[in-house]
Nanobody, 124 residues
Framework: VQLQASGGGSVQPGGSLRLSCAAS????????MGWFRQAPGKEREFVAT????????SYADSVKGRFTISRDNAKNMVYLQMNGLKPEDTAIYYC??????????????????WGQGTLVTVSS
């Protein structure tokens, strides 16, 4: 499956962005999906994940209550709604897909496919 992330940009603290990830070339409902991010000089870290059917989600503690992951299996899309953005949210955001046997995972090693990333900058 190929993944194409979009929706990044520059925003002031407290602002909102919605990231989108379009999947193609596979049966989208067969994958659980995740969002990860990587800030300059830091390792890639888990942000959010959603089950194949979309009913189950989990979040990193740092974004819980501010970010919402969702998916539309009819459109082969996964989204990350980000509200209350903080400067520490600045990073390249990646969407990822997994064919693993679990329902979801917070580990990047569980994901088989990765998008190219979209940059989010939060600054005043």
């Amino acid at each position: 499956v190929q993944l194409q992330a979009s929706g990044g940009g520059s925003v002031q603290p407290g602002g909102s962005l919605r990231l989108s990830c379009a999947a193609s070339g596979g049966t989208f409902r067969n994958y659980y999906m995740g969002w990860f991010r990587q800030a300059p000089g830091k390792e890639r870290e888990f942000v959010a994940t959603v089950t194949r059917g979309g009913s189950g989600t989990s979040y990193a503690d740092s974004v819980k209550g501010r970010f919402t992951i969702s998916r539309d299996n009819a459109k082969n899309m996964v989204y990350l709604q980000m509200n209350g953005l903080k400067p520490e949210d600045t990073a390249i955001y990646y969407c990822a897909a997994s064919t693993g046997i679990l329902s979801t995972s917070q580990s990047p090693t569980a994901y088989n496919y990765w998008g190219q990333g979209t940059l989010v900058t939060v600054s005043s």
